[in-house]
Nanobody, 121 residues
């Protein structure tokens, strides 16, 4: 069974940096696009960034220039480097991956459990 584990969430002050990690575990053929989303209480989950298996990344406008998504395919891991954090970046951050698992007829999205990022002075 494929599952994702996020880590790296913490309490930081405005302007500081943080790096989140997301690792895919289990038995699978391939990992295709990987993405980051975030969610605050009472709101829908919002897209932050996505990165292809070849490393091409795209970002939401409000994080562009501050956040950088990279992946290490050898480690089945994606990272989100977050610089210049703002109060409004406070949220639970979720990663997802389009994974073709063993015994599956096609790939499907798998989500992690989320990691809390709190930006507070």
């Amino acid at each position: 069974q494929v599952h994702l584990v996020e880590s790296g969430g913490a309490l930081v002050q405005p302007g500081e940096s943080l790096r989140l990690s997301c690792t895919v575990f289990g038995k699978f053929f391939s990992i295709y696009d990987m993405s980051w989303h975030r969610q605050t209480p009472g709101n829908q989950r919002e897209f932050i960034a996505t990165i292809t298996d070849s490393g091409t990344a795209n970002y939401a406008d409000d994080v562009k220039g501050r956040f950088t998504a990279v992946r290490d395919n050898a480690k089945n891991t994606m990272y989100l480097q977050m610089n210049g954090l703002k109060l409004e970046d406070t949220a639970v951050y979720y990663c997802s991956a389009d994974v073709w698992a063993f015994a599956a007829v096609h790939s499907q999205d798998v989500w992690g459990q989320g990691t809390q990022v709190t930006v507070s002075s």
